[in-house]
């Protein structure tokens, strides 16, 4: 027994040993989220560029479907994989939003930048404002 806490060191040892899996497992998650959003911002430019909706509705009802069934096989609770899913879903969504206007943002810049400018009667005799 550990004489600070009570705690048997062969628990402590489990305990540490099962953490560091979790540690693990949690940083595999970090990454493939990283992984998915670098994904999810490909689709939100292709979307922005082609003018399509940044959410998809039937999609992601999907998705939702998929989801709740991978869950229920791998004994995880489907409503716990439905929220986590649908809070993924609406970062998405909100990144291509963003994406969306920046998209707009730019043709609008890039239209007036590629317009050619009508000459002016000051123009031609040099009276010109600027």
Do not use: Y
Not at 47 to 74: G, S, Y
Not at 92 to 100: F, G, K, Q
């Amino acid at each position: 027994m550990n004489e600070i806490d009570g705690t048997d060191e062969s628990v402590r040892a489990q305990l540490s040993e099962l953490r560091d899996s979790i540690d693990n497992i949690d940083s595999a998650v970090v990454h493939l989220l990283a992984e998915r959003f670098k994904c999810t911002q490909r689709v939100g430019r292709l979307k922005a560029t082609h003018q399509l909706p940044p959410a998809d509705p039937a999609r992601e009802a999907r998705q939702i479907t998929r989801l709740r069934e991978l869950a229920a096989d791998a004994k995880l609770d489907p409503a716990f994989a439905e929220k986590l899913l649908n809070f993924i879903i609406a970062e998405v969504i909100r990144h291509h939003e963003t994406i969306a206007g920046r998209t707009a943002g730019d043709a609008v810049r890039d239209t007036a930048r590629e317009s050619p400018r009508v000459a002016t009667r000051e123009d031609e005799s040099g009276e010109g404002g600027a």
